[in-house]
């Protein structure tokens, strides 16, 4: 079993940064690929970013392409989502998400989930 705690959102305007933390707890930290995913007002979950298990590949979702960075520290059992350039659009709740597979990830079929944490960007 794996444990996620997201934190770090919070109400930004447009134009500015957040940066989101996820800390795992549980089995060995380093084994696990790690993802972020967002669910705007009544939207469905959307990939946002993916990890690898040394944090060597990433993969991003175009909307996110050069605004967002994915990263993580093994050392304090932790992933991280910088976020740059906020859009209104980005406005969603942010799950942290772990598997054993870089590709499950990406894919949206992760098999521990975070519980969320809110951003709000006003225009």
């Known amino acids: 079993q794996v444990q996620l705690v997201e934190s770090g959102g919070g109400l930004v305007q447009a134009g500015g940064s957040l940066r989101l933390s996820c800390a795992a707890s549980g089995r060995t930290f380093s084994r696990y690929a790690m993802g972020w995913f967002r669910q705007g007002s009544g939207k469905g979950r959307e990939f946002v970013a993916a990890?690898?298990?040394?944090?060597?590949?990433?993969y991003y979702a175009d909307p996110v392409k050069g605004r967002f960075t994915i990263s993580r520290d093994n050392a304090k059992n932790t992933v991280y989502l910088q976020m740059n350039s906020l859009k209104p659009e980005d406005k969603a709740v942010y799950y942290c998400a772990a598997d054993d597979a870089f590709g499950t990830i990406v894919a949206g079929r992760c098999t521990y989930w975070g519980q969320g944490t809110q951003v709000t960007v006003s225009s």
């Open positions: 990890n690898s298990r040394s944090g060597g590949n990433t």
